[in-house]
């Protein structure tokens, strides 16, 4: 474990436990984000298959830590055959991961998401179109992409923004999609072989600033959340789409 930490590096691994607490505060006041802001970041400095198994990791065990804050205003009955899709979605992704270059698929979802953004702004949420095709199309989306990249967000912040008009409703389903997901993909991971020491050490080293920045996120939804939840969400959905696509340009 000291040589894995000595390799790194003081000073990156500061950088990536600061990166997990502003990604963490992100995800806990809008149900969504982790994954978007961080990965970019990691991947500077770590290879691919162990950015993607961190944030994985993190995500499972905060979800799972937390689950009680969040669950009782989960819409399961939404939710069910998303989550069917999206796990036949991450393992097909998992492939993508180990076979091609990431570049491709953060260009295509961050134009996607920004395109997103636009209509997203304009839209009144509608509730009577929970489930279905669009939620069956968004599950699986989600899922190819949390096997390829471990973001699997986009799809589904877009389905839970066009469907839920109450804020806490729409970051519970978040939260519990996303519980799911990392589940899939951290099962996925171990079965390939990509999840090993090195990635359950930096997983360790960043798991207290994971735990901070999702208090404070906490914090920051019971307190401005109802007022100011999807304008922000929009927001930073836009600026993660605007970064993912920079990643792959430059």
Partial sequence: ??????????????????????????????????????????????????????????????????????????????????????????????YLLLLFSPDAF???????????CFLLAKYKPAPHRAG??????????????????????????????????RARVARAFLMGFFL????????SYTIEGIIGLKELTLFAVCYPAMLIGNRTGDWLFEKYGDASHRPIAIWALFAIGLSVAAAAIF
């Fill in 132 to 165: 279905g095709i669009f939620g069956l199309g968004s599950g699986l989306m989600s899922g190819l992409l949390n096997g390829a990249l471990a973001i699997p967000g986009p799809p589904v912040i877009i389905y839970s923004m066009a469907v839920y008009d």
């Fill in 106 to 116: 953060r260009l295509l979802i961050g134009g996607t998401v920004m395109l997103a």
């Fill in 180 to 187: 799911f997901s990392a589940a899939f993909a951290a099962t």
């Fill in 1 to 94: 474990m000291a040589d894995i930490l000595s390799e790194i590096g003081l000073l990156t691994l500061v950088g990536l436990a600061a990166t997990v607490l502003l990604a963490a505060i992100l995800r806990a006041f809008t149900g969504f984000g982790f994954a978007l802001a961080a990965l970019p970041v990691f991947s500077l400095v770590i290879a691919p298959t162990t950015a993607a198994s961190v944030i994985v990791l993190l995500t499972l065990t905060v979800s799972l830590q937390t689950i009680r804050t969040y669950w009782k205003d989960v819409p399961i009955r939404d939710m069910a055959g998303m989550i069917v899709t999206s796990a036949v979605g991450t393992l097909l992704g998992t």
